[in-house]
């Protein structure tokens, strides 16, 4: 695995995200009626909906947005979403992987193709990027305050079932099978707090990002995170240090 660093990544978006708490309820709608509607209502029997449904409550998606979003998986009238994933480039040849839930296959082929083009990218063909990424489980670990050592913490998250872990002044990074995510999940967390645990698409090389295309590459990710129908954008963008 490449020496990247997601959290890096997380941590620049973060504020961005969060002034789109709106949109995050809507896309983590579109996630629950999906698992839902595919392995049943029941977390308990389905673990993806039991993450996904884990991952709401850690952004505070009040319970009656959860309800509703399950209320259409079971329901005769509920809408008929699809997934969908469309592969591109953007600036400075950054891989981008753009996972989209739609009832419009249409409208959102054309609004992920106009971001693309106005702004520095080219959406590519099936295939094109999607073999640049491995589908791993990931946690973060923030390291402030946390008197633990690399040794220390790699002995855990190993014998939690993990499969590595990178290290940094500010944060343990483990990465799993996404298998194994769970397991490694309830292991770490009834022992440390986890800042971030998902199972997300990693990129087996990143590409670093000049500074005069920082800019628009955001933009462009900026536009595609902005659409209703996008539920997530993975890219292989290493973005400089920020001064």
């Known amino acids: 695995m ?18 789109k708490r709106g949109k995050i309820f809507q896309k983590l709608s ?3 009626y999906m698992a839902a509607k595919s392995g049943g209502p029941d977390p308990d029997a389905n ?13 505070n998606m009040p319970k ?7 209320d259409k998986a079971t329901g005769a009238n509920g809408a008929n979403y699809e997934e969908i994933t469309y592969e591109g ?17 249409n409208r959102t082929a054309s609004a992920v193709r106009a971001d693309f083009n106005r702004n520095g990218g080219n959406l590519g063909e099936t295939g094109s ?13 923030d390291r402030e305050d946390l008197d633990v050592d690399e040794d220390s913490m790699l002995e855990d ?12 002044e500010e944060v343990f990074e483990i990465y799993t099978d996404p298998q194994a995510f769970e397991d490694v999940r309830n292991e770490l967390q009834n022992k440390y707090d986890l800042d971030t645990a998902e ?12 500074a005069d295309k920082v800019e628009q590459l955001q933009r462009l990710i900026d536009r595609l995170e902005d659409e209703d129908d996008v539920s997530e954008v993975f890219t292989s963008a290493e973005f400089p240090d920020e001064d």
């Open 64 to 70: 009656d947005n959860i309800k509703r979003a399950l």
């Open 129 to 141: 990027v999607a073999f640049m990424f491995d589908r791993k489980g990931y946690i973060a670990i």
């Open 47 to 59: 673990p993806q909906l039991r993450l996904v449904m884990d991952k709401a409550r850690a952004a």
């Open 2 to 19: 490449s020496g990247h660093s997601k959290w890096h990544n997380i941590q620049g978006r973060k504020n961005a995200q969060d002034a």
């Open 30 to 32: 579109r996630d629950i």
């Open 157 to 168: 998250a190993l014998n939690a079932g993990a499969d590595d872990l990178q290290a940094s």
């Open 89 to 105: 480039y953007g600036p400075a040849g950054v891989a981008i992987l753009v996972h989209a839930l739609t009832d419009n296959r």
């Open 199 to 210: 199972i997300t698409m990693v990129p087996q090389n990143t590409v670093p990002v000049p």
